[in-house]
């Protein structure tokens, strides 16, 4: 495990560990009124880095320190294993959505997965042996959770507070950097209906599963139909005596499994010649990879609303299910049809079908084929409460049940999991429980120096391929701290009025956009039907926006009151380190 304490006057090398570096001596004659050594000297500015949560963000932002000189860091994690949602999520047919061969590193390329939809204990094990591989393990404290992070304007740095499972009381600590790589869909929650606890038969949800609830020969209601609700059902619908699957709102599940190049009815395990090829053969692999993400990068052109794309793809995908589904009643049931956006924003009066993407766009043909069973029925009135024995809709009806199985998610207001107070005290956990999240670019906050996060507010997380993404926002961040090393920066903070233009333009943005929709999504407000989660723009779009950082954005203070104190003796490091001198002559 890492040190308890982080260091100040210890200079730290890479790897994370930390050495003392002799003091350097002052030449006769020179003045003492800037620092005796070379120019850009990392090790004047040495960091300890505090990062929370271990999943797939903190595994790329831990692996990306390791290579940074003079940086000390620590992982908390919450749970007793790594990998984050992909150990959390226990429940029967927990799976990734998107190709797993699109899932995964770009630096730490998985040859083995055992079909287009891995599971997740197979994704989990991909993480799991992605820390391992790259030793980051010993940094990580397991069953270990932030509680707060208070930061402290005179030090510039954060003060912070950690609870253990395996270790009594609370850990206080100190860090000059702090990462939120918590993730989104961490902190779940059970649904807002009345009566739910009063409910006496067997209650699961699908982030808390109960691994040992035996389904078989009962009556069980299935509420939400997201992406983990419809891989749910299938699961149980073979065995359980009667199905009840209640939707809110129809959303479009397409009946195949992936899309374009591994588009196909069924989750074909990949044999033993081809992961063989995919090891053995970089270039074959390198293109089949390449061709699975092109496909996904290129579908952002169907999210501009009423494009061709957008009204091709939407009919191609109603034509579809119209085709699959045999029964008219449950295509009226599933299928999205014409809504009154007055009835939901009262903005405006118009009427159209719900767009393409407004609501994840979910691969299930499983689904779709375990609700045409006759042990399955699909509830579409509002539940009015739950009671003891069942659950009773508006419609004056009384469903009979011995399982209620919520699939209803998360808490997506992006509120951390612990109290987070930056400059002025501001407390980030209020301020956005009280109005949609707002941040720069889902990377920073201003008010909140020397704080970064990952897949915070508006981040490309709807479209696309999403872990190149978390590798980049890592790259940013890596950036950031090389700066604060090398100009002997204290502290960093988005400005205000940058933050609030950025968040103006991803608005103005989003009006063209299918996230601003007529349907109902975890991706926006639905009161204000301001988008808080999505990026204006395409996963491409991201990566190109953050590859360079826009230091103009930033309001910066110094170590000290001279700013050029970073120069250091005249030196360069070059020099100081007996190398070429004439470098520039390379490519006479």
């Known amino acids: 495990m890492p040190h308890q304490d982080s260091p100040r006057r210890e200079r730290g090398s890479n790897n994370g560990s930390v050495t003392k570096d002799m003091p350097k001596s002052r030449e006769i004659g020179r003045s003492s009124l800037y620092g005796d050594y070379h120019s850009y000297d990392s090790s004047q500015r040495p960091l300890h880095v505090v990062i929370t949560g271990a ?35 226990k429940y029967i047919g927990a799976a990734c959505d998107i190709a797993s061969h699109a899932y995964q590193y770009t630096f730490a390329s998985n040859h083995d997965w055992s079909s287009h939809f891995s599971p997740a204990p197979e994704i989990f094990k991909y993480f799991k042996g992605v820390a391992e591989k790259f030793k980051i393990l010993e940094h990580i404290h397991l069953n270990t959770r932030i509680l707060s992070a208070t930061f402290n304007e005179t030090t510039g740095r954060w003060r912070l507070c950690a609870s253990s499972v395996d270790k009594d009381g609370k ?42 609830w035996d389904w078989q020969g009962k009556s069980v209601a299935v509420i939400g139909s997201g992406a983990t609700g419809i891989q749910v059902v299938p699961k149980l619908q073979p065995t359980v005596k009667s199905l009840e699957v209640y939707v809110r709102s129809p959303t479009y599940i397409l009946p195949s499994v992936g899309f374009g190049v591994e588009s196909s009815t069924f989750n074909k395990p990949y044999t033993k010649e081809e992961k063989i090829r995919f090891k053995s053969d970089k270039k074959y692999y390198r293109e089949f990879r390449k061709a699975i993400e092109q496909q996904m990068n290129e579908n952002f052109a169907a999210s501009i609303q009423n494009s061709t794309a957008q009204i091709e793809g939407r009919q191609w995908a109603e034509n579809m299910m119209r085709k699959y589904i045999k029964s008219e ?7 999205p049809k014409q809504v009154s956006i007055r009835s939901i924003f009262r903005t405006r009066a118009d009427f159209h079908r719900w767009e393409l993407g407004c609501r994840r766009l979910t691969p299930g043909k499983p689904y779709l084929d375990a609700v045409q069973q006759e042990n399955v029925d699909i509830v579409t009135s509002p539940i009015d409460r739950i009671i003891e024995d069942g659950i009773r809709t508006t419609d004056g009806r009384i469903h009979r049940l011995d399982a209620i199985v919520c699939a209803t998610g998360f808490d997506t207001s992006f509120t951390p999991a612990f109290e987070l107070r930056g400059l002025k005290n501001q407390n980030l956990k209020m301020m956005w429980s009280q109005n949609p999240a707002e941040a720069y670019m889902g990377i920073a906050v201003s008010g909140f120096p020397n704080y970064w996060t990952f897949l915070g507010p508006n981040t490309p997380i709807a479209n696309g391929s999403l872990i190149p993404c978390i590798e980049w926002s890592a790259k940013y961040v890596v950036q950031a701290l090389r700066k604060m090393q090398t100009e002997q920066i204290k502290s960093m903070s988005i400005k205000k ?19 601003t929709g007529s349907c109902r999504s975890w991706y926006k407000d639905n009161k204000s039907n301001k988008v808080t989660a999505v990026w204006p723009g395409s996963s491409i779009h991201f990566m190109d926006v953050v590859k360079i950082p826009r230091w103009e954005d930033y309001e910066i203070e110094y170590m000290n009151e001279n700013p050029f104190m970073f120069m250091g003796n005249g030196i360069s490091a070059r020099e100081a380190n ?8 390379n490519e006479i």
């Open 55 to 89: 999943g797939p963000s903190g595994i790329a932002m831990a692996i990306e320190l390791m290579s940074l000189p003079n940086v000390t860091f620590e992982v908390f994690e919450k749970n007793p294993e790594v990998g984050g949602t992909w150990f959390e999520n």
């Open 329 to 335: 009643e449950l295509q009226k049931k599933l299928i």
């Open 171 to 212: 850990r206080e600590l100190e860090a000059d950097v702090f990462i939120n790589a918590a993730g989104i869909l961490n902190k779940w929650k059970w649904p807002d209906i009345a009566g739910l606890q009063s409910f006496t038969g067997s209650k699961l949800h699908t982030a808390n599963w109960d691994t040992s």
């Open 497 to 515: 009025h940058i933050q609030d233009a950025f968040n103006e333009y991803t608005q103005a943005v989003h009006k063209d956009l299918v996230w």
């Open 578 to 585: 007996k190398e070429d001198l004439t470098y520039y002559l």
